[in-house]
């Protein structure tokens, strides 16, 4: 029988200022340098201002870890890891899998919505919901960094039973990884600053065979 959803974690020593300094110029860049190539009918699409733009052009126009980053390439020497335990939990040979990595970063502005404190369970809110409850579950992994995202929670419905709601409260520099299939989502920012994490895809070889040309890296 397979074994009950865990959640797996680190806590990193990167230095989180100098990682948000980058993660904004590359917000800025990506406008006005055009840095990731994207085809300029498309990129006048995007709203740098809109919240969720870097998120949604990270779907299929950049990953994270290609980015040459002290902290960044930190980041995905810890993801490793944590697969590595997430597969030991699950009795899954690592190696055979030949794990593929694809991440991007969220920066959110202020959002208050219905709440009025932190801690709300948004589950129901589609602003801040992920529905995935179609995820295959392990081998398949994702999971989230938090470089400014204090003080907030992410909420996991977990095998999608409105009656096992955990509450994430989410610590910067603490890198989290759980088996897909289990609907997420965070409660309200309320502070001028933005809301950064990082968040990440870890897929084996074999489900992209066939797939175009995209961004993943191997783990």
Not at 104 to 131: E, M, Q, R, Y
């Amino acid at each position: 029988m397979k074994p009950p959803q865990k959640f797996f974690d680190v806590v990193l020593d990167n230095d989180l200022d100098s990682l948000k300094r980058y993660l904004s110029e590359i917000e800025e860049k990506v406008f006005t340098e055009n840095i990731l190539s994207i085809p300029s009918d498309i990129l006048k699409k995007y709203d740098k201002n809109r919240p969720g733009t870097l998120t949604q052009l990270g779907i299929n126009y950049y990953n994270i870890f290609t980015f040459v980053n002290p902290e960044i390439f930190k980041l995905k020497q810890a993801l490793r890891k944590l697969a590595m335990q997430a597969c030991e939990y699950y009795e899954i040979d690592f190696d055979s899998q030949k794990y593929l990595i694809h991440g991007w970063f969220n920066s959110d502005f202020k959002t208050l919505g219905d709440a009025n404190n932190h801690g709300v369970n948004p589950i129901k809110n589609p602003s801040h919901f992920h529905d995935h409850s179609d995820g295959l579950g392990a081998p398949w992994f994702h999971g989230f960094y938090c470089v400014d995202a204090e003080p907030s929670s992410t909420f996991y419905k977990i095998n999608n039973d409105e009656n096992n709601i955990f509450e994430n409260v989410n610590k910067n520099n603490r890198a989290i990884l759980s088996e897909t299939g289990h609907p997420h989502g965070r409660d309200d920012w309320f502070f001028d600053n933005k809301r950064v994490t990082i968040a990440y895809d870890i897929t084996p070889l074999n489900n992209l065979v066939g797939v175009k040309p995209n961004k993943w890296m191997p783990l």
